[in-house]
């Protein structure tokens, strides 16, 4: 276990720079609240957007998930314990006002990278429109 990253996987490096070059600058593994003991992959938070990076074998992909031969008790609740946090995690945030991205680590980074600046752009067009009122 000790081997499995947590941060700064090869997905999400890969997202963190296509967001970069596109000007926007953002918080690394930190937590959307402080309250709460959970870190999002990428946290913008004047615009309260989380941006979470899961992996397919560790969150459950629906797409790419294959439940492990040994040990597999073990590991199948491991997932759905993962993937019960998760919508927790998501809940949470929404009803502090935040916006919750999700992307898997098989999704184009090109996609996830759009995606995400245009959910911060049109969030930070939000903030502004309500500071003018």
Not at 56 to 70: A, F, L, Q, R, S
Request: a positive charge.
């Amino acid at each position: 276990m000790q081997a499995i990253r947590s941060r700064d996987t090869k997905p999400e490096k890969l997202i963190r720079r296509l967001v970069h070059a596109q000007g926007l600058r953002y918080r690394v593994a930190a937590r959307p609240l402080p309250e709460l003991r959970r870190t999002a992959d990428m946290v913008f938070r004047p615009a309260k957007v989380a941006v979470f990076i899961d992996g397919c074998y560790w969150h459950g992909c629906p797409e790419h998930y294959v439940p492990p031969k040994t040990n597999s008790g073990y590991w199948s609740e491991k997932v759905l314990r993962n993937m019960a946090r998760d919508r927790d995690t998501d809940q949470r945030l929404m009803e502090a006002g935040w916006l919750v991205l999700r992307f898997w680590e098989h999704e184009s980074a090109e996609a996830c990278s759009f995606a995400v600046s245009k959910a911060v752009a049109e969030r930070r067009a939000q903030r502004g429109g309500e500071a003018s009122l």
